[in-house]
């Protein structure tokens, strides 16, 4: 970013990275069950969920960003797509769809393909910082 982005007051924070990088990844994750709720019409098995998701995420986006400011809108959104947009829109789609009640496995997929993406960006964060500040690998 520094080559693009001159002066320093101007660069993300490190965590900010992290938290986009989070809502990048979470937002692909629902792009594919969006795909199959617009492609199957789900829109009035979703109503009140889209209405109790958008009071969601406005309440979460003033408390949060209101303390926490840039760092509390973003985790707020998140945290709406993580905990009410994505399971419950999973368990329509499940349940409605597919005929199937226990869509656990799936939602264990999602937290383990999160994990994996983690520990490659940890790694890859590890690197760049070495490569970085020409650092070895003991004087992290």
């Known amino acids: 970013m520094k080559i693009w982005v001159e002066?320093?007051?101007?660069?993300?924070?490190?965590?900010?990275?992290v938290l986009c990088s989070l809502y990048v990844f979470i937002s692909c994750i629902c792009l594919i069950r969006s795909i199959y709720?617009?492609?199957l019409g789900m829109w009035?098995?979703?109503?009140?969920?889209?209405?109790?998701?958008?009071?969601a995420n406005v309440l979460l986006n003033y408390i949060l960003g209101k303390n926490f400011g840039a760092y509390g809108?973003?985790?707020?959104?998140?945290?709406?797509?993580?905990?009410v947009s994505l399971p419950w829109t999973t368990y329509y789609l499940f349940?409605?769809?597919?005929?199937?009640?226990?869509?656990?496995?799936?939602?264990l997929d999602y937290l383990k393909y999160l994990l994996i993406a983690s520990g490659i960006g940890?790694?890859?964060?590890?690197v760049y910082r070495c490569i970085y500040y020409q650092c070895t690998l003991f004087l992290y």
Do not use: H
């Open 95 to 107: 349940r409605d769809y597919f005929g199937i009640k226990n869509y656990k496995g799936y939602m």
């Open 7 to 17: 002066k320093k007051e101007y660069m993300l924070a490190d965590s900010m990275v």
């Open 44 to 55: 009035w098995t979703l109503k009140y969920l889209s209405i109790f998701d958008i009071v």
């Open 37 to 39: 709720t617009q492609a």
């Open 73 to 83: 809108i973003l985790a707020a959104t998140i945290i709406d797509i993580a905990l």
């Open 122 to 126: 940890a790694v890859t964060y590890f």
